[in-house]
């Protein structure tokens, strides 16, 4: 594909209600990954897809978050139970392979939670 | 974890000038990675270093590593206001990239 591309560009929930983020990595991608960056701060590490292995998981910062990856292509990160603090732009990238490679950005997906 | 430090914080040039940025690091790396990143949404790779290289260059960006310091610099020569953006080193560990928290970079025509 073009690019990496995620939906929606912007969500605006209630406190209580559950998301779900969609990422369409670069077609060959195999490497894709969920970052969340909070206002004038940098990039949180949420979680890492590569190729059929297990998920790296180790960023998520609470078990209302969780994350799939269909067909080692398409990503949806699911947020549940939304808190006012999870209110950031969520940020996905997909690479060649590992991190040691350049990884291509998506445009953000801005969450509000009022 | 290790993670990128990038400094200053914020730098405010003018046109023309060069901008300098600094990245401090806290382990060993295989490589260091330096992003740009227009207001607030998905950051565009600049340029990737590996360990064993000293000095990069790619058009007006000019990218240092000393392993012994842990410390890069990314270098923009000749700035224009369309180079304004947050710009972030990160550096493997594990399967991801860790940031630093980035450098404001404010050109002005």
């Known amino acids: 594909g073009a690019g990496v591309s995620q939906s929606p560009s912007n969500k605006v929930t209630e406190k209580g209600k559950d998301v779900e983020l969609r990422c369409d990595p670069i077609s060959g991608h195999t490497a894709l990954y969920w970052y969340r960056q909070s206002l004038g701060q940098g990039l949180e590490f949420l979680i890492y897809?590569?190729?059929?292995?297990?998920?790296?998981k180790s960023g998520l910062p609470s078990d209302r978050f969780s994350a799939e990856r269909t067909g080692g292509s398409v990503s949806t990160l699911t947020i549940q139970r939304t808190q006012q603090e999870d209110s950031a732009v969520y940020l996905c990238?997909?690479?060649?392979?590992?991190?040691?490679?350049?990884?291509?950005f998506g445009p953000g997906t801005r969450l509000l939670v009022l | 974890s290790q993670q990128g430090e990038e400094d200053p914080q914020a730098l405010s040039i003018q046109e023309g000038e060069n901008a300098t940025m600094n990245c401090s690091y806290k382990t060993s790396i295989n490589n260091l990675q330096w992003y740009r990143q227009n207001s607030g949404r998905g950051l565009v790779h600049l340029i990737l270093i590996r360990s064993n290289e000293r000095e990069k260059h790619s058009g007006r960006l000019r990218v240092t590593l000393d392993t012994s310091k842990k410390s890069s610099s990314l270098l923009i020569t000749a700035s224009r206001a369309a180079d304004t953006a947050s710009y972030f080193c990160a550096t493997g560990e594990g399967g991801n990239l860790i940031f630093g928290k980035g450098t404001k970079l404010s050109v002005k025509p």
């Open positions: 897809f590569q190729g059929n292995s297990a998920p790296d």
């Open positions: 990238a997909s690479s060649l392979a590992s991190y040691q490679e350049t990884q291509y």
